[in-house]
């Protein structure tokens, strides 16, 4: 008898909880779907039709092939390759530089606030703004960059001129802007584990880098998820600075994802294959945002 | 329980569309609403769509019309135009917008405006590349039954030719300009050359005699940037070793020996000659005009509107020791004008306005601002014939209008941006010797045949 | 605890570098706005201008123009983020701590809308909002810009709740707190530092869009600083002097904001351990 109540009890618990969540969650969920879901859809439809009927408003449908011919363009294995590489660099970077500086912030030593507020600068300068300054900085003959750089002795560096540092320069622009943001994430994470635990461990003769790598490291795991999963999105859809910086060039070296979908529609005008690559891309950050969730954490399931 | 869910839902929804509705509702009220198209006002006053008035008993046949034209924000043209344009708001009736729009995004906009068919512009400020790209996308109004016949006669042929498009014309130019050369004449002084050179091997020839290393001084520039200007320029070359990109009949001739030397020609003065700086490889017109008005190159290729600014003492370290000149051999025209969209809902009024932006005076009163060559045989005389323009400026105007006029007519195709971009691949490649130019103009050919293609 | 000498030193070299790094393009981009045009491109670029001039900023601020899309700016950057804090809140709570049937899946399309390559999308929004009839208009940029916000902030805060200890909620519970009043009374406020920068990431994705908004506006009656900053590139030269004025002064505010309520978010960060 009391077992069952015991269970009904426990099921109408659940039961509220769920009514709850939908409850809070609803409003958002709903103004999201209104905004965000005519243009999707639209997306979506313009993938099977063929762009030039798109243009006359024929709409042909067309199946795959919008797919298929993007899949098989060199362009876009050439955009794919690029974007792949630049993602796993610039978001390991980001990772690493951003884990340094926010468990050196997190020392609190003196200055400490000012230190936060100065990296959270980039973070307000809007990337195409940042493009064109970083275009600016890295100016061969009247940048300030190559004029600092001529001090230790090197002349006149091209920074546009090879695939190298083109990429490298987009690389470097882009830590610029968005290592900030992995920076205060994980220091907010960082704030939040309680002294005792830190002042436990020591006492229990842990300490410095052991220290962070079996109790804060593990602490940290969900935010560094986190940041990862966003910072991966964030990173295939690159386009603002490279668009700027280097046009996608030089000899397509620096051509991204985003500014192949941006030539094939605007440029080409096929917007039907600009529309199957954006949604090839969106399965592919959700693929690869899927795994990277898994492999951090394992065995984690839905039910709370 | 379940149907406590659905009312909370019902309740969302409703609030949802409540907010959704005031905010449209304040939306029409409250806002400027500046777009011309949609359900608004615009359409008081307008002469009936048949007749071509041109405004002969009524003083101001379109009173109360109001069009909107878009322009390149900060441009040097669209400034003009703001200035004097309360003039034609007096003579016709009709209220002009001029709206900025950022020169990254002009083709992207007016690309939107046409598929969605808003109408939100009436007239388009036209770089000639996008015309037969609009033109075969139906985005324009062919003009053929608007312009008179005699009034296009005025026009230098080259000029009409850039506004053509399979035989219709569909915009009108204000500005019709080619590069020209402009050379330090001090530099050319002293290393004893007296006249600006007539063909590729003489440019070659002086562009090695005028680096000059210790002084830091480059003889001229390559541009090989992968965007569309230096594709512009590169155009140019290969005019002048006798070769062309595309020809009339759409056939892509970038395979042949005229581009391969081109190449050749472009890659010994960058690499072996070395009187083109190294990080020429990826510069554009800005960086020659930045070069140049330092005084860190002696010869270069860039469009007019340069030479008004080096002329000024406060930009130009080299006002006073330059002058310009026909290219060597020819060079290919380019024009910007304005067209109407095929959306406008003042179709009449529009072309009043596309008529005077480049009628003679107007035309005539902008080179005079703007030192820039005249489109037009009757602004070429009121130049020459006006007293109060300087003797340099008037030559200059004279020069550059004598390079236009023989400059060559490129055939456009209405794939032209994905053409001038693979094209720009093409030279960026190359000159950053990332593939031979044998490899790399066989793929570049196959490639632009099917982009000429439309595929 | 004994911090060794050579370690804090160390620290404290990494901070500064990346300090400079950080700063630099700030201190560059400001010199370049007061240098005359004729110093902008000098070989070997000047380091101080000399003369130094503020006639940038006299002609944006004599122009007038500016104030107006600044004005837009704020407004719609503000509006958007209050009403996405209103919305992401909760919905970021229920996320972490309340799970129903579908709510894997809801999460995972909220966060997917931030995988979408803007750029497709500029079309739609365009036919969408000019079938309602709200081209050129503020309310467009809001509707277009909540979602992107949205995604962002329910994202990261509901990371940041789920972390939230259990017990504190269980102490709500047992003082008899509904979930409403568990949220407004605990949870908003001791997560305050997480919401803070959730807001301000959120707040800056629409203060520096610049994409859709030069898509759905064409005057500067919704026309935001990011397209006035755009403006000073044509396609023949791009006027430095301008365009670096402007960025200025568009970062100002954020600036001056994240100064103003320093207080609030680097407290909360700095304070550390949330203590019972």
Redesign the interface.
Known sequence: MLQREAGAKKYAKR?SKQ?IG??LT??AI??ML?TVVYPLIWALKISFLSSNS???GKNEFVGFSNYLNVLASDEFSNAMVNTLAFVVVTVVMELLIGLLISVTLNRRLRGNKIFAMLFSLPLMMAPIVAGFIWRWLFA???GIINYLLSFLGIE?H??????FWAKSSVLIANLWQTTPFVILVLYAALSNIPDEINEAASIDGAGGFGLFRRITLPLLKPAILLVLVIRIADAFRIYDLVYIL????????TNVLNTFIY?KS????QFGQGSAASIIITLIIMVVSYFSFRLMRPGRGNAE | ?KT??IR??KQ??V??LAV?LV??G???SN?????G???NQSAVGNPSEGTNNGGSDNAKPYDGVEI?VGV????PAPEFFKTIINEFTEQTGIKV?I???????M???F??ES??G?G?FDVFNL?QPWIP?FAE??FLVPLNDYVDEADLDDFYPVAIDSVTYKGSIYGLPYLVHTPVVYYRTDLFEKAGITEPAKTVEQYREYAKKLTDPTN?IYGTIIE????PEPATQFTDWVLQHGGKLLDENNKVKVDSPEVLQTFKTLLAMQYEDKSS???A??YN???V???F??G?VAMVRN?P?MYAMAQDP????VAGKFAIALQPVTSAVWSWGFGISKDSKNKDAAFEFVKWASSSDVVTRFVKQVTNPVPRKSSMEAIKADPNIPEETKNAILMMTENMIQGTSVALNP?Y??FR?RV??ML??IM?K??TPEEEIKAAAADLQK?ADGE | MRKPRLNIMVSYLILIFMGIFTLFPFLWTFMTSIK???QL???PPQLWPNPVTFGNYAAVLKDGSMMQFMYNTLFVTLVTTMLALLLAIPAAYGFSKFHYRFSGLLFAFVVSVRMVPPIIL??PY??MI?E?????????L??AYLPLELTMMIWLMEGFFRQFPKELEEAADLDGLDTIGKLARIVVPISLPSISISTLFGFLISWNEFMLA??LT??S??QTMP?FI??????????WGKLTANGVLYMLPVILFTLFAQKGIVKGLTAGAIKE
């Open positions: 039961q009514q939908i409850a609803l409003p709903v103004v209104a798109i243009l006359t061969d003959q009247y006149n091209l920074w546009f001129a090879t695939p280097t046009g996608g060039g030089p000899g397509n070296a030539r605007f440029s080409d005008f | 329980m406590k869910w909370s839902a969302a929804m609030l949802l959704v905010l449209a304040c939306a029409q806002n400027d609403n500046n777009n198209g949609g359900e909107n390149e924000a900060g441009g917008n709206i900025d729009v950022p020169g990254l995004k083709h992207d906009t690309v939107t598929i969605a808003t939100g770089d790209e996308k139906g830091g090989g940037q992968q965007s700086p190294p990080g490889v990826n017109n800005a960086d005009q930045q070069q008005m330092q860190k469009w509107y406060a930009q130009s370290k794939a941006d994905s971009n720009a691949v960026s490649k950053t990332q593939s982009i | 005359t045009e004729g491109f000098s070989i500029s079309i365009f036919l000019s309602l009839g709200l081209l050129n208009t503020k309310t467009a809001i509707i030069s898509t064409r005057t009656v919704s397209i755009a403006s000073s590139v044509t396609t023949f030269q791009i006027f």
